[in-house]
């Protein structure tokens, strides 16, 4: 699948922010986290979650339309994505008023916010893991990496200490992801005969594509560069993501949000680099009208 | 809304022949001319007439060849492909603005383009390629089996079918009714086993492909006879002999 910038930056910037958003509620209900820290992530996260949905209408081609997606949750996962995403910001929102007026008492609508905020992030990945066309996606890991990850990478800001058991965990799905894809794509039901019908097994070559060129179809759901360079990307992705995060926080301290800040955008970096391949991985299943093979 | 309806009167569909299709493209090209002339966005091309051409179509005609396991040649077959209008169409549900739907009457899978904000999810949940987004107007593009021609009651009788149907030279390509028993489409369909394009995939599509029938031997028999000795006797078999020797 095409790996559009727009859509991996939006999974991963909107994962972190409504991340983050998770771990406020979680702490501000335990008390473990000053008013200060409740504004101020509270405001990182939201601001973080609608970057990641601004960045998400680039891809639109007809943006104008786009307030129309709120219509219909009652089947599509984009629909209550969208939907999931808007509450979510509303009850940061009423949370902040109640927290800034210092009405901390009831910390109820921090903890909504964050059930909502995780939901959220399971609507996203619902998105992809919904589409039987695309194998190595619809899978429950699917889900859970995109949960786990949202977690784990807001972890490092909030609680290192938590964030350490978190990308251990994060680095053994990280690998079953990546074994299940493996696996689909080597035991794929769907072939060259069954895309045309044939109910045993033949030798089929196609001999000329349908169009002289490229077309939406071949540039959308047709790519290969990242079956080429996986092994090394994968690589790439668990040192940025994990090793290195790691690293620095069994050698450094962290006694301020600054460091924890810039582990996060490393880890950032590496789960870009994975979900990069998450999409230029994945394949579709109108590839094999075009397979030579 | 985009849940899927029960189509429970009529399932309008295409049956087609990959036996009698020959790849000429006339459905391509009759399918672009009439879906870029009436009421929708037309199906837009860029860069038409210079390098690396790009352009909306909503029937492709792949070239295929499969090999006969017993004589090792290569048979080849054309395969025209555009919207299967399925029963259980992923392309729908997915739809977040509501643009996407089928027709209750009918069951046709439709686009409506004053909805569509040109996302892109229903042509990644089509495991067939049936819907391209056209890059020019930003709406998503399908086959509506021509509704605008079907529906059309100014048109004589005989004009009421797809266009790919129309112009069809070989009469590859019918439509019709697959939810009749009795219709033309669902008795060929019966009759020569029609089968439905990667059934694993759970669409349930109601356009039908009849598969090319397996050649018979008749090439491998003539080329064997070519180069044998020839079985004849009496003065044709002096005549043999005698054009061996020279």
Known sequence: MHPAPSIILFTILSGFGFGVIAWVGFLQYFSLISSLEVIAFSILGGFLAVIGLISSTFHLANKINAIKSFSQWRSSWLSREAVASIVSLLLVFINLIIVYFGKNTVPLIGIIASLFSIVTVFTTSMIYAQLRSVPSWNTLLTPFIFILAALVGAAILLRPDYALYGLAVLLVIQFLFWLYRDQTEKNMKTNISTALGFTEESSIRSFDKAHTNQNYLLNEMVYKIGRKHSRRLRYLSVLFSIFIPVSIMLLVRFDTYVVGAIVSVIHLLGMYFSRWLFFAEARHAVSFYYDRS | ?246
């Open chain 2, 1 to 246: 809304m985009t849940n899927l309806p029960k189509c429970e009167n009529k399932k309008l569909g295409l049956l087609i022949d990959l036996d009698i299709c020959v790849g000429c493209h006339a459905c391509v090209v009759s399918c672009k001319e009439w879906n870029s002339s009436g009421d929708t966005k037309q199906l837009s091309d860029i860069n038409a007439h210079q390098k690396e051409p790009i352009g909306t179509f909503l029937n492709h005609v792949h070239s295929f060849e499969k090999e006969n396991k017993e004589n090792n040649e290569s048979e080849p077959f054309y395969f025209p492909k555009s919207c299967l209008h399925c029963e259980d169409a992923p392309c729908v549900t997915v739809c977040p603005t509501g643009a996407s739907y089928k027709r209750p009457e009918d069951g046709i899978v439709l686009v409506n383009e004053e909805d569509c904000m040109g996302c892109g999810l229903c042509a990644w949940a089509c495991p067939y390629g049936a819907r391209e987004l056209d890059l020019l107007s930003g709406v998503m593009k399908k086959c509506t089996l021509c509704v605008d021609r079907i529906d059309n009651h100014d048109l004589p009788e005989e004009d009421r079918v797809p266009a790919c149907v129309k112009s069809c030279p070989t009469g590859a390509r019918s439509f019709g009714d697959f939810n009749d028993p009795n219709s033309k489409v669902s008795k060929i369909a019966k009759e020569r086993e029609g089968v439905d394009l990667m059934p694993e995939m759970k669409t349930k599509p109601v356009n039908k492909y009849l598969l090319p029938r397996i050649k018979s031997n008749f090439d491998k028999e003539f080329n064997e006879e070519e180069n044998s000795d020839l079985n004849v006797s009496g003065f044709l078999s002096w005549v043999d002999k005698a054009l061996d020797k020279l």
